[in-house]
């Protein structure tokens, strides 16, 4: 867990499963998780459900590296098909 405010690490589990996901928000006090409105994060299916249940009135958003994984990948794929294409044209631009 990270303080992106703070840009400072708070809490680490050494787990990914929903259970470590609830240890880790109850890591806080719960008045301070009352207060929580959103949270960026791994959008794996154990962090959503850890996290509807330990903040359920925040609202989930992918973390940015994800969203940018997410692009690069889409961005590759598409690059590797375009090159396929050409190639089978003769054209070998790189």
């Known amino acids: 867990m990270t ?7 708070r809490e ?20 301070q998780r009352a207060k929580i409105v959103a949270t960026a994060m791994d959008m794996g299916a154990p962090f959503i459900i850890g996290t509807t249940k330990a903040v359920p009135p ?5 973390a940015r590296f994800h969203v940018s994984k997410s692009l690069n990948e889409a961005v590759d ?15 070998d631009t790189p």
């Open 3 to 9: 303080d992106l405010d703070g840009r400072r690490g």
């Open 12 to 31: 680490v589990v050494p787990d990914r499963s929903t259970e470590a996901c609830v240890k880790l928000w109850e890591a806080l006090p719960k008045e």
């Open 58 to 62: 925040a609202d989930i958003e992918p």
């Open 77 to 91: 794929k598409t690059r590797r098909e375009e090159s396929l294409q050409l190639a089978a044209k003769g054209d």
